[in-house]
């Protein structure tokens, strides 16, 4: 069983920055490939970034490549997402979320094991 606790959600005005942290508990933290994903109201679910076991390797969804970037701590059993120029269009809930096996499914949400609670996200204009 792996523990997620997002934080650093609040609100921005556009083209500010914010820095979500997830922490993890529970296993080896390294064992773990991890993911971003966000929930906008009236929307479902969808892909915003990944990272590989290592950190070696990244994955963004092409509506935040070149503006959000995900890093991990291992010796922190921290994922970090550090989001600039955000803009209105990113207000959503942010949740992290686990899973042993990286693959290239990585932007599906069905392939990940734990997810953390979430945490919000308002951009103003």
């Known amino acids: 069983q792996v523990q997620l606790v997002e934080s650093g959600g609040g609100l921005v005005q556009a083209g500010g920055s914010l820095r979500l942290s997830c922490a993890a508990s529970?296993?080896?933290?390294?064992?773990?490939?991890m993911g971003w994903f966000r929930q906008a109201p009236g929307k479902e679910r969808e892909f915003v970034a990944a990272?590989?076991?290592?950190?070696?390797?990244?994955y963004y969804a092409d509506s935040v490549k070149g503006r959000f970037t995900i890093s991990r701590d291992n010796a922190k059993d921290t994922v970090y997402l550090q989001m600039n120029s955000l803009k209105p269009e990113d207000t959503a809930v942010y949740y992290c979320?686990?899973?042993?096996?990286?693959?290239?499914?990585?932007?599906?949400?069905?392939?990940?094991?734990?997810w953390g609670q979430g945490t919000q996200v308002t951009v103003s204009s």
């Open positions: 979320a686990s899973r042993r096996v990286f693959s290239s499914d990585y932007a599906l949400s069905q392939a990940y094991d734990y």
């Open positions: 529970g296993r080896t933290f390294s064992s773990y490939a």
């Open positions: 990272i590989n076991r290592s950190g070696g390797s990244t």
